[in-house]
Structures are given as structure tokens and as C-alpha cells.
């Protein structure tokens, strides 16, 4: 244990090494972080991409593909060696518990959530990074946002303890920002649909699922209702909100706490209807749990004209589009590893 004055002295007189600039992805295991991870190395070969997290992943490819720092983002001494060690400007903190996980926990939600942010916030406010990013929710909306084309600007009352964590933490991101010139960049993920990793413990996750279920067993049980629409994005699209946001001029950034990006929304029910194009046989039936009145405060459409014609963002993905990739590329995947 490093006495605290001993632990500040040891950071202050360690500045940061603007030479190396490399990359650390924090919670690099996850939905995100694995695909995060893998364009990042493809993006920038001359660079280091550090991945960490709390334990190793399971996906050989993956650790193999370079560097892996087991870290626990709530320890900020274990935070500095790895950048230090690893000469990194650049981190992607994408520790978080999700939305349903977290009500089930809510003190561990909490600290997670707040505590892993203030400590890589910190790194940068004491000079040892040079840019981060941050990933917030359409979880910061609550029950009194306006349900469809939510604006990036609007009223804000997040009933979970996940949305209420994100919400205060793009308050911390524009106060960091505007106090000590911290370079953050953060978006709010819509529901996520990838088939590389799955999702930990969302309330969208049932549009991962969907798809699993669909190629191994022809039908799927939703836990949110036939009509709850979401705002939802592919991972590709994800992974280029996330890179294109850190990656841009700060002079573009004009939104310091957190950007709307959306791509498309459906339901359950339409998303079974755009299944049932390509596996007529397919068939879906409802049994709503707690995740629904999680989604029923959510927005189910998103407006991000601000991050468009801020930083040019845009989406590649339409429902359709995303539904032929996932059952493409999620039949070929199971066929090799069942
Ligand atoms: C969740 O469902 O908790 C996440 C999110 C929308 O941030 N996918």
C-alpha cells in the first residue's frame, strides 16, 4: 500500500512522456472493447494498443493480437504503471456495469462506474495523458425526456443507477474540461448488436440474443414487449463513433460532455420481422422481466444532429443492412465453434 502523499509525489514528478503515444483500452474484454481492440491494432500498426482488463479474455486471437495489462480500473496506482510502463497518451475507459447489472448491484454500480472514470480523469488532469475517451448511454435520459428524436439538449432524469452514473459522469467530463483542459471525448452508445462479443448485462442485450436464438433453436423469447422500440447501432458503426470522436481536431469538439449518435430503432417485433426475411420459420414471443421498465424510461429515437455537423458523424448501418451481416457472419461463427 503507497502512502497517498508518497503516491502524488511519485505521479507529479513523472510527467508525461508525449514521445510514445500509445493506445489503452480499459475494459478491452467487453462488447465494445474487443472489436475496439482489434480495429485499433489494424487502424494504427505503428502504435502500441494496450488492452487491459479486470481478468484475460477467453478469445486466444485476441490476446495474442498484442499487449494485455490484467488492471483494475479502480485502482489508480495500477492505472499509472500500465500507461507509464506502456508509454500511453491515449485511453478508452470502457469499464462500466451495465444497465440491468448495475440494479442488481447498486453500490458496486456506482462505484464502477464513478470512481474507474475520476481515476483515468485524473491521469489526465495531472499532465499523463493526452486525450481519453469515455463512452455515456442513451441511459442518461429518463421518464420526462421526450420519447422520439431525443435532442442532444433536453431534460435529463435518469431513473437507474447506471443512467444517473453516466449522467453525473459527462457532468465530470465537461467540468474537467472546462477547469483543467482535460481532452475528453465521450457519445451516448444506443443499444449496441454485435456478433463478435456479447453484451454484459444490458437491457438491450435481447437484440444480441435474438440472433443466437434464431440460428440455434428457430425462436426466441423477448424479455422486453412487442412494441418497446430503442434506438439501436451495429458494432461497426460503434467502433467508428468511438475512434472518430477521440481522433478528432478538439477545435471540433464543441460538446464536452456527451454527443447523441443514433443510426436506426426497432422493436422486438420488428426486428423479428426483419429476421423473418431471411428465416421465414423463425418465431418470437414476449415475456417482459425487470429490463422492461428500464427501457420504457428510455428514448426510442435519438436526434444527433449536433455530432453530425459538429465532427461529421455519420452511420453506415441501416436495420436491414446490420440484420444480413449479423445472421451472415453469427452462422459462420457458430458453425466453427459448435
Ligand atoms: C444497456 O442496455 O445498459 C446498454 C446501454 C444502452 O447503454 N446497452
Redesign the pocket.
Known sequence: MVHKAVFQRRFASQPFNFMAENILVVGACGQVGTELVLTLREKHPNKIVVASDIKPSSNEEFMQGGPFETLDVLNKEQCFDVVKKHGISQVYNLAAL???TAEKNPEFGWKLNMEGHFNILDLAREGHLKRIFWPS???VFGPSTPKQNTPQDCIMDPSTV?GISKLAGERWCEYYHKRWGVDIRSVR????ISYKSL?GG????YAVEIFYEAIKNGRYTSFLGADTALPMMYMPDAIKATIDSLEADPDLMKVRSSYNVGAFSFNPEQLAGAIKKHMPEFEIDYNPDFRQQIANGWPQSINDQTARNDWGWSNEYDLDAMVFDMLENLKRKLAVTE
Open positions: 451495465l444497465s440491468a448511454s442513451i441511459a447506471y452508445y444506443p443499444g449496441l453484451p444490458g437491457t438491450t442485450d
